[in-house]
């Protein structure tokens, strides 16, 4: 994900996706909780897809 992203503006549909195309990563993770990824965050993120793997999504977004 190259493109700056506008926290007071909706992310754009082409920077979202379910995970059903490829795996989602910490920084994904993060964003679908709605925060700016920070390098907290994202490391929490990591460890939350390791401990539940795709699932972490589900926890989110159920």
Do not use: F, N
Request: no cysteine.
């Amino acid at each position: 994900m190259t493109e700056p992203i506008d926290s007071r503006m909706p992310t754009p549909d082409h920077l979202l996706h379910t995970g059903a195309e490829h795996p989602v990563d910490p920084e994904d993770l993060v964003m679908a909780s709605g925060r700016t990824p920070t390098p907290e965050l994202i490391e929490k993120a990591r460890q939350d897809l390791e401990k539940y793997g795709a699932a972490a999504v589900e926890r989110l977004l159920p």
